[in-house]
């Protein structure tokens, strides 16, 4: 697994943290979600998005081979074939 937690928490807090964002689920599936007023919770086990009301994702960091971060997106790509796209 290849994931830097405190560059991700750093690009999370300047970029991310209440503010709109948008999520695809890129794989067998195709989903789209947004969320205002973007909080997380990110810990070595679990990163967690929510509006803090009715909108959330939950991603279990065990099943993510790596993650890419650039400003104002981060890929994350799943040990099959998924992956998750976050952008301002």
Same mark, same amino acid.
């Given at each position: 697994?290849?994931? &830097? $937690?405190?560059?991700?928490? #750093?690009?999370?807090?300047?970029? +991310? @943290?209440?503010? /709109? =964002?948008?999520?695809? !689920?890129?794989? &067998? $599936?195709?989903?789209?979600? #947004?969320?205002?007023?973007?909080? +997380? @919770?990110?810990? /070595? =086990?679990?990163?967690? !998005? ?18 890419? =971060? ?19």
């Amino acid at each position: 697994m290849l994931i &830097d $937690i405190e560059k991700l928490r #750093k690009e999370l807090k300047k970029n +991310f @943290l209440n503010r /709109k =964002i948008d999520i695809e !689920l890129d794989g &067998d $599936i195709t989903y789209r979600l #947004k969320i205002e007023n973007v909080k +997380f @919770l990110l810990n /070595k =086990i679990y990163f967690i !998005l929510s509006d803090n009301e009715a909108n959330q994702l939950s991603i279990c960091l065990d099943e993510v081979a790596h993650i890419e =971060i650039e400003e104002r997106q981060i890929d994350i790509f799943f040990n099959y074939e998924q992956k998750i796209r976050i952008f301002t």
